[in-house]
């Protein structure tokens, strides 16, 4: 007779009140489990699958430019258009249902200023097309027209939410109020919604506060503007079809402007950069959460196979009194059900406050991140689990079903020895759970070893005791009058007690990479060697920064615009010109300029990557450009800066000041990544350590206390404590021997997967196995160490005892 559903449940209840700290530990244990499973799930599936929250999105595309001189176009270089080329596409091309763009790569910094304290804030340059075809609307007012982005129009500007509610109070009748950026009054003529998501879902480079007008203007081409182009295709056209068209209106280009013949273009869809950059990240996240999930999994499997061990003669007393399989396996898979919905409901919960403190993160880098929430299919993800685990769990017990009769269930000495089913799962869990840890462990181990040996190399600067802030002139301060007023700043920032030394540079080590032409007189033009990195500097800046010099002088006042052009090269470009550089000719950018000194090479691209050639100009003699970082270097840099800025607003008070960067975060920036992977893995590898311990203390325990009469048996016939203690040892190690040789092809396949992100090693590293190898060992003897002096302190007469 079956008994009703809740007739089931209340004796799954009763069933696991009598074991309240092992249905604990197994609630536990689902929660973080399924808590951590869920959340990587969360994020993977938000990244790699769920589509961009914009209109269309499977039709739109990046449209990049790339120098074939220079570039494959494998990176899909998305911000080197220009406005010819953008202007043509939309007046020419058919491919394209709609064309938007904005200018540079990134954001733009802009200045505010006016009735309060000067403020920098974070821009686009949009036309007019792009806002829209991204699926904004408006909160307040309207978004830019036609007009807007015309040459000679009036200068207008559209607000983020954000950015209204912290600086207007969210006030409706910003509306029509005139905002000063760079010097020009704008007038406002509209606030976004809040749920904007294009700065969390593209790769934009920080949150924006405002969007201005791209002006549709040629003379953009002039002084090297680029633009970064998106479109969205018209139905029934493909990419390939896009980058035919595209092609042809590159020729047409080239023979009205013949520079642009050595471009060529790359349509990519919108989502692929974002997925290709988090990609193997996120994979190898889900693969270590889950090991971990699987591990804890089959130590939980362990638990209740012990359980359901010591339950075996009330379950075999069930079956030879009638109960068919079908009625235990019910009563099983509800006792096993009831914890998976508590552990599973606790699990998505924890997931939730997981996700909701990841958004909420400032370290975590990560596109989308924002939009991340535990959904339906994360749902659905953890129902799924939870149901896995309850069919796994539930027919656990019934390894002990078995059709005996009565008497023999009965019998007093009937379940003496350990049931081999029992003992062959244990064993074979065992040895996953050895194999996924040793996995783990060299995987941490390599990104460890990767780390530690990056973090050793010469960035070729000194970056700690110097900070560096963006100080930006922008229109404010024509051209003339520009070195002058830096000469000010720096004269008064040098004057504060403390300051050891201050400069001003464009662009800072490991940041803002510009790329001008190089040419070496009397040497042939070779493709890949006619670029460099350059740098605008003002006199005492190698000092400042912390960069050597080889040969040479500093910059000087004296070099001025009215002065002969100089240069400074590094020791890699150096090397084109023989053992003595210094007198020489070097062009650069078109401009002939006397190499005056050579500095030591600067890890610009990043730790592991070679410096390149790079090259530094006198700012006096480079005016022109609007953003500048000033770099200070003191004892505690930090410290001064209230009195830097105070300097800087005795100079002029409308100068605003950006926020301060110590120059040792521009290195930290380029391992982040490194670092939060090195940091997940390796604490993966540490729980799966843990887990595999506590797994060999588990069912070493267990075999030790099922063989109690035998082991009593062997010291009353002379068996030595430390004979005792050596079987067992050996009966763990030998398990452990065939975990690891099970891990070690899991290991060398990991190692492949995170080959990529591995620095002056290989994946086959001898040190990180030999040190997964000898973690496993030491955890298999400290897991088997107290069950081992038990089993040798065994008390031979009450071990032998008759039941």
Same mark, same amino acid.
């Given at each position: 007779?079956?008994?009703?559903?809740?007739?089931?449940?209340?004796?799954?209840?009763?069933?696991?009140?009598?074991?309240?700290?092992?249905?604990?530990?197994?609630?536990?244990?689902?929660?973080?489990?399924?808590?951590?499973?869920?959340?990587?799930?969360?994020?993977?599936?938000?990244?790699?699958?769920?589509?961009?929250?914009?209109?269309?999105?499977?039709?739109?595309?990046?449209?990049?430019?790339?120098?074939?001189?220079?570039?494959?176009?494998?990176?899909?270089?998305?911000?080197?258009? @220009?406005?010819?080329?953008?202007?043509?596409?939309?007046?020419?091309?058919?491919?394209?249902?709609?064309?938007?763009?904005?200018?540079?790569?990134?954001?733009?910094?802009?200045?505010?200023?006016?009735?309060?304290?000067?403020?920098?804030?974070?821009?686009?340059?949009?036309?007019?097309?792009?806002?829209?075809?991204?699926?904004?609307?408006? #909160?307040?007012?309207?978004?830019?027209?036609?007009?807007?982005?015309?040459?000679?129009?009036?200068?207008?500007?559209?607000?983020?939410?954000?950015?209204?509610?912290?600086?207007?109070?969210?006030?409706?009748?910003?509306?029509?109020?005139?905002?000063?950026?760079?010097?020009?009054?704008?007038? &406002?003529?509209? %606030?976004?919604?809040?749920?904007?998501?294009?700065?969390?879902?593209?790769?934009?480079?920080?949150?924006?506060?405002?969007?201005?007008?791209?002006?549709?203007?040629?003379?953009?081409?002039?002084?090297?503007?680029?633009?970064?182009?998106?479109?969205?295709?018209?139905?029934?056209?493909?990419?390939?079809? !896009?980058?035919?068209?595209?092609?042809?209106?590159?020729? #047409?280009?080239?023979?009205?402007?013949?520079?642009?013949?050595?471009?060529?273009?790359?349509?990519?869809?919108?989502?692929? *950069?974002?997925?290709?950059?988090?990609?193997?990240?996120?994979?190898?996240?889900?693969?270590?959460?889950?090991?971990?999930?699987?591990?804890?999994?089959?130590?939980?499997?362990?638990?209740?196979?012990?359980?359901?061990?010591?339950?075996?003669?009330?379950?075999?007393?069930?079956?030879?009194?009638?109960?068919?399989?079908?009625?235990?396996?019910?009563?099983?898979?509800?006792?096993?059900?009831?914890?998976?919905? %508590?552990?599973?409901?606790?699990?998505?919960?924890?997931?939730?406050?997981?996700?909701?403190?990841?958004?909420?993160?400032?370290?975590?880098?990560?596109?989308?991140?924002?939009?991340?929430?535990?959904?339906?299919?994360?749902?659905?993800?953890?129902?799924?689990?939870?149901?896995?685990?309850?069919?796994?769990?539930?027919?656990?017990?019934?390894?002990?079903?078995?059709?005996? /009769?009565?008497?023999?269930?009965?019998?007093?000495?009937?379940?003496?020895?350990?049931?081999?089913?029992?003992?062959?799962?244990?064993?074979?869990?065992?040895?996953?759970?050895?194999?996924?840890?040793?996995?783990?462990?060299?995987?941490?181990?390599?990104?460890?070893?990767? $780390?530690?040996?990056?973090?050793?190399?010469?960035?070729?600067?000194?970056?700690?005791?110097?900070?560096?802030?963006?100080?930006?002139?922008?229109?404010?301060?024509?051209?003339?009058?520009?070195?002058?007023?830096?000469?000010?700043?720096?004269?008064?920032?040098?004057?504060?007690?403390? %300051?050891?030394?201050?400069?001003?540079?464009?662009?800072?080590?490991?940041?803002?990479?510009?790329?001008?032409?190089?040419?070496?007189? =009397?040497?042939?033009?070779?493709?890949?060697?006619?670029?460099?990195?350059? @740098?605008?500097?003002?006199?005492?800046?190698?000092?400042?920064?912390?960069?050597?010099?080889?040969?040479?002088?500093?910059?000087?006042?004296?070099?001025?615009?009215?002065?002969?052009?100089?240069?400074? &090269?590094?020791?890699?470009?150096?090397?084109?010109?023989?053992?003595? *550089?210094?007198?020489?000719?070097?062009?650069?950018?078109?401009?002939?300029?006397?190499?005056?000194?050579?500095?030591?090479?600067?890890?610009?691209?990043?730790?592991?990557?070679?410096?390149?050639?790079?090259?530094?100009?006198?700012?006096?003699?480079?005016?022109?450009?609007?953003?500048?970082?000033?770099?200070?270097?003191?004892?505690?840099?930090?410290?001064?800066? *209230?009195?830097?800025?105070? !300097?800087?607003?005795?100079?002029?008070?409308?100068?605003?000041?950006? #926020?301060?960067? *110590?120059?040792?975060?521009?290195?930290?920036?380029?391992?982040?990544?490194?670092?939060?992977?090195?940091?997940?893995?390796?604490?993966?590898?540490?729980?799966?350590?843990?887990?595999?311990?506590?797994?060999?203390?588990?069912?070493?325990?267990?075999?030790?206390?099922?063989?109690?009469?035998?082991?009593?048996?062997?010291?009353?016939?002379?068996?030595?404590?430390?004979?005792?203690?050596?079987?067992?040892?050996? /009966?763990?190690?030998?398990?452990?021997?065939?975990?690891?040789?099970?891990?070690?092809?899991?290991?060398?396949?990991?190692?492949?997967?995170?080959?990529? $992100?591995?620095?002056? &090693?290989?994946?086959?590293?001898?040190?990180?196995?030999?040190?997964?190898?000898?973690?496993?060992?030491?955890?298999?003897?400290? =897991?088997?160490?107290?069950? #081992?002096?038990?089993?040798?302190?065994?008390?031979?007469?009450?071990?032998?005892?008759?039941?």
């Amino acid at each position: 007779m079956m008994m009703p559903p809740w007739a089931d449940l209340r004796l799954a209840l009763r069933t696991w009140r009598r074991t309240p700290s092992l249905a604990a530990v197994v609630i536990v244990t689902l929660a973080l489990g399924i808590g951590a499973t869920t959340t990587a799930f969360t994020l993977a599936y938000t990244v790699l699958i769920e589509p961009l929250p914009f209109p269309h999105v499977d039709r739109l595309v990046w449209i990049g430019s790339y120098n074939t001189r220079t570039s494959s176009g494998n990176a899909g270089e998305a911000g080197t258009n @220009r406005m010819s080329q953008f202007l043509d596409w939309q007046q020419h091309t058919r491919s394209f249902e709609q064309l938007a763009a904005w200018a540079g790569e990134g954001y733009d910094v802009f200045t505010i200023t006016g009735s309060r304290r000067p403020e920098r804030v974070n821009g686009l340059q949009v036309t007019q097309q792009l806002l829209p075809m991204l699926g904004a609307q408006p #909160a307040l007012g309207t978004l830019f027209l036609d007009s807007h982005d015309s040459p000679g129009a009036t200068p207008t500007v559209v607000l983020s939410h954000g950015f209204w509610q912290r600086r207007f109070a969210g006030q409706p009748t910003v509306l029509g109020q005139s905002i000063t950026i760079d010097n020009q009054p704008h007038t &406002i003529i509209g %606030v976004l919604a809040d749920d904007f998501p294009m700065t969390g879902s593209l790769p934009i480079g920080a949150s924006l506060d405002l969007y201005l007008p791209l002006v549709r203007d040629l003379r953009a081409d002039s002084i090297g503007g680029f633009m970064t182009v998106l479109g969205r295709l018209r139905p029934g056209i493909t990419v390939d079809q !896009a980058l035919a068209e595209l092609a042809t209106r590159q020729k #047409a280009l080239t023979a009205e402007r013949a520079f642009m013949g050595v471009f060529a273009q790359k349509v990519t869809p919108l989502s692929v *950069p974002v997925r290709r950059s988090t990609q193997t990240p996120l994979l190898l996240l889900i693969g270590g959460v889950g090991a971990i999930l699987l591990m804890a999994c089959v130590n939980l499997a362990n638990l209740l196979l012990i359980r359901s061990n010591d339950r075996r003669k009330d379950i075999q007393l069930r079956a030879a009194l009638g109960a068919t399989m079908r009625q235990i396996l019910t009563q099983t898979l509800t006792e096993s059900c009831l914890l998976a919905l %508590v552990g599973g409901a606790a699990g998505i919960a924890l997931a939730a406050v997981l996700t909701g403190t990841l958004r909420a993160a400032t370290w975590l880098e990560l596109p989308r991140l924002a939009e991340t929430q535990v959904g339906t299919a994360a749902i659905v993800f953890a129902v799924f689990v939870c149901g896995v685990i309850t069919v796994a769990f539930g027919c656990l017990p019934l390894l002990h079903v078995r059709r005996r /009769d009565l008497m023999g269930v009965l019998r007093p000495h009937g379940m003496v020895t350990t049931d081999r089913r029992t003992a062959r799962v244990q064993r074979v869990a065992l040895v996953a759970q050895i194999g996924f840890a040793m996995t783990l462990s060299v995987a941490g181990l390599l990104l460890l070893r990767s $780390f530690v040996g990056l973090m050793q190399v010469d960035p070729g600067f000194h970056p700690d005791g110097a900070v560096a802030m963006r100080v930006d002139p922008a229109s404010r301060i024509r051209v003339p009058a520009r070195i002058p007023f830096f000469n000010r700043l720096l004269e008064a920032v040098n004057r504060v007690p403390g %300051v050891q030394s201050a400069a001003f540079s464009i662009g800072l080590p490991m940041d803002r990479h510009m790329v001008w032409d190089v040419a070496i007189p =009397g040497q042939p033009f070779r493709p890949t060697l006619d670029v460099g990195f350059m @740098r605008i500097v003002s006199p005492g800046y190698f000092r400042t920064v912390g960069i050597g010099f080889i040969s040479g002088r500093d910059f000087e006042e004296r070099d001025n615009l009215e002065a002969p052009l100089v240069v400074a &090269i590094n020791e890699t470009l150096a090397r084109q010109f023989g053992p003595n *550089p210094l007198g020489h000719t070097v062009t650069i950018s078109g401009k002939p300029r006397e190499i005056v000194a050579v500095i030591a090479d600067v890890k610009h691209r990043g730790l592991d990557a070679e410096s390149g050639q790079e090259f530094y100009v006198p700012l006096a003699q480079t005016p022109g450009w609007q953003t500048f970082d000033l770099v200070v270097r003191a004892a505690d840099p930090m410290a001064l800066v *209230p009195a830097v800025r105070a !300097a800087i607003a005795q100079v002029d008070p409308e100068q605003a000041v950006g #926020a301060p960067v *110590p120059l040792r975060q521009l290195i930290d920036r380029t391992v982040k990544s490194r670092r939060i992977l090195s940091w997940l893995l390796g604490s993966f590898a540490a729980t799966a350590l843990i887990i595999a311990a506590l797994g060999v203390y588990g069912i070493v325990g267990y075999r030790v206390a099922q063989r109690a009469k035998e082991t009593a048996l062997r010291v009353a016939l002379g068996a030595t404590q430390w004979r005792v203690m050596s079987h067992v040892f050996g /009966d763990a190690l030998a398990t452990s021997v065939v975990g690891i040789l099970v891990g070690i092809p899991l290991s060398l396949l990991t190692g492949n997967v995170v080959d990529s $992100f591995l620095f002056g &090693i290989t994946p086959q590293d001898p040190t990180a196995f030999i040190g997964g190898l000898s973690a496993l060992l030491l955890i298999t003897m400290v =897991g088997a160490c107290i069950p #081992a002096r038990r089993a040798a302190r065994v008390d031979v007469m009450t071990a032998l005892r008759l039941e």
